[in-house]
């Protein structure tokens, strides 16, 4: 098992290898968007970090394709199971259509992610979006929200500091940034 975040992506990715012998993907057939529950346990480890932030389980994932397909022998084969968050799924299933008067631009994206992005399964309750400066005036037009909240991150300059430019949105396994 293999999870993915990243500054530089929007969502949450990981996959699984099997090397298997009894025929899964014929036995269990596997369309994409199957729900994968993932929890992750460590000996002597509690529900918690050592600074208090809490550990998630089960970490929520879904099924996108199956990769790398091959027979090892008449009898075995080897296959990879590429998953996504849900707010990857939540993304290629909306479009925001919307018009913002007189916000700013960290409450425009904090208002697409929790209408059209927050997940409903429990895995990341919270979006941290830190104050912007500028006040913006636009119409989000039949766009993915992923689309205009990079868009809008590419606008923003901070409250607190005007001069840097440096917004980017991820999502990371305690939440999204």
Same mark, same amino acid.
């Given at each position: ?21 009894? #025929? @899964?993907? *014929? ?9 994968? %529950?993932?929890?992750?346990? &460590?000996? /002597? ?60 631009? #960290? @409450?425009? *994206? ?9 997940? %409903?399964?429990?895995?990341? &309750?919270? /979006? ?50």
């Amino acid at each position: 098992i293999n999870i993915y975040e990243s500054i530089f992506s929007n969502s949450l990715t990981a996959n699984i290898t099997f090397d298997e012998a009894i #025929n @899964l993907p *014929a036995r269990i057939p596997i369309v994409g968007e199957e729900m994968i %529950e993932i929890e992750i346990e &460590s000996p /002597g480890m509690g529900d918690t970090f050592d600074d208090g932030t809490p550990i998630f389980n089960p970490l929520v994932m879904f099924v996108h394709k199956t990769v790398n397909q091959q027979l090892k022998t008449p009898q075995s084969q080897h296959f990879s199971l590429e998953l996504v968050s849900e707010q990857y799924l939540n993304n290629a299933h909306s479009r925001v259509s919307k018009s913002y008067n007189n916000m700013r631009a #960290n @409450l425009i *994206a904090l208002d697409i992610w929790s209408n059209y992005l927050k997940p %409903e399964t429990g895995n990341m &309750s919270s /979006g941290i979006f830190e104050p912007t400066a500028r006040i913006e005036q636009c119409v989000i037009p039949n766009w993915t929200p992923f689309h205009a909240i990079n868009w809008l991150a590419k606008r923003s300059n901070s409250l607190k500091y005007p001069k840097a430019a440096n917004y980017v949105y991820y999502e990371t396994l305690s939440g999204n940034f």
